[in-house]
């Protein structure tokens, strides 16, 4: 019997999707963590109660518990990042993990971040996390568009090391054709965004992390999963930025169990246990620009509490907050489950609960399990109700 369970944003991200894959890996002594959509932007926090503290960017947020970690098609590598990463992730964890990868990923450059800030700066517009993710699929679609040849990972780590070198310098040449025709050659800091872009150094160091990332991962389809019987899909981002929901403001990615159906459905079925537990904060949470129904001031939460992952930035902002509605909170929960195959389970995870309260009882019999949250640690979290 394969134990399953899918992690997703109810709100607009920050919801504690970390929290709720470092609970459920803590139910087992090892597993695998599936990141099933999105890319370095994520912000996933876990906390253990010895006081060590991550926030899970390229890995699955049951590393500190000795899970392993794959990456679907669906998610975007940003090989510097992940490199950063993993070097942090072996120090804190003094442990050894495997890491599988869909050898159709997609994978950021530095030119991909370097042209996402660089725009951010001028438009100053704070919808982005500065890690090129709408400029990496861009560039992808540009591309196909056009006829013109992309690698997958897998691709370009079978090229002879000239081709690879080759490769990314149209990558380069690109964005500078791109900066050009953005800056429309009527700034003189045009030269200097150039330079920035043209750097030897910031060659040379992707290159070499390009390749000490294809030697840490392992390039595999699905043939991971049906090795491990403890398996969390961890989505990014939360249904209110779905890309389908919100097209202007909203991140480049489905963000309910669209992708996740899709992974389970890649290798075949066999007897398993899937739950969808779906994260929502006891208020709502959204960054950068964008719809937030019911929007508050901070102190109309609570005027104490401090969030010590999501802080004031450049590129995204302040955290923003809203008033949460069970009704409402259950419309899109139902709306994005009706998609699910039958025979998923439908939970319910509330945190934040210290911060403010929230009424679950007009919505609870609507969820084979709802699991609170009083703290940010993985021990405190309590099923609410459970049917079985």
């Given amino acids: 019997m394969k134990n399953i369970k899918i992690i997703i944003g109810a709100s607009g991200g920050d919801e504690g999707k970390g929290l709720a894959t470092d609970y459920f890996a803590s139910k087992h002594d090892h597993g695998i963590v599936v990141m099933s959509n999105g890319g370095a932007q994520r912000g996933h926090t876990v906390e253990l109660p010895d006081g060590t503290r991550h926030v899970f960017q390229h890995f699955g ?21 992940f490199c950063r990463e993993y070097d942090e992730l072996k120090k804190i964890t003094n442990k050894e993990f495997k890491i599988y990868c869909d050898p159709n990923c997609r994978w950021s450059t530095p030119w991909d971040m ?136 909203g991140t480049p990615t489905r963000t309910g169990i669209e992708i996740p159906l899709k992974i389970l459905d890649r290798f075949p079925r066999c007897e398993r246990d899937v739950e969808v537990v779906y994260m929502t904060r006891s208020y709502a949470t959204r960054h950068g620009f964008g719809l937030l129904k019911d929007e508050v001031n901070l102190d109309q939460i609570n005027n104490w509490m401090f969030d010590e992952t999501n802080q004031f930035n450049e590129f995204q902002g302040g955290l923003r907050y809203g008033l949460l509605y069970p009704h409402a909170l259950l419309r899109r929960i139902d709306d994005d489950f009706s998609k699910a195959n039958p025979g998923i389970k439908k939970s319910l995870m509330v945190t934040h609960l210290n911060e403010k309260s929230f009424d679950i009882s007009s919505i609870k019999d609507s969820f084979n399990r709802v699991y609170v949250s009083d703290t940010k640690y993985a021990r405190d979290v309590t099923v609410y109700k459970d049917e079985e």
């Fill in 114 to 249: 370097l042209f996402n800030q660089i725009d951010q700066r001028l438009e100053a517009k704070h919808n982005t996390c500065g890690m090129g993710i709408w400029n990496t699929i861009s560039r992808y679609k540009f591309c196909e568009y056009n006829n013109i040849e992309t690698y997958s990972l897998c691709q370009f780590f079978m090229l002879k090391p000239q081709e690879r070198l080759d490769y990314l310098r149209k990558i380069k040449e690109y964005y500078k054709k791109m900066l050009i025709m953005r800056m429309q050659m009527r700034d003189d800091r045009v030269s200097d965004l150039i330079s920035l872009i043209d750097n030897k150094e910031l060659m040379n160091h992707f290159y070499i992390d390009m390749m000490r990332m294809n030697q840490i991962i392992g390039l595999d389809y699905t043939m991971p999963l049906y090795l491990y019987d403890n398996i969390i899909i961890e989505n990014g981002q939360g249904l209110l930025i779905d890309s389908q929901t919100d097209i202007s403001f």
């Fill in 61 to 81: 947020s049951g590393t500190l518990r000795g899970w392993d970690t794959y990456f679907s098609s669906d998610f975007i590598l940003n090989p510097m990042q």
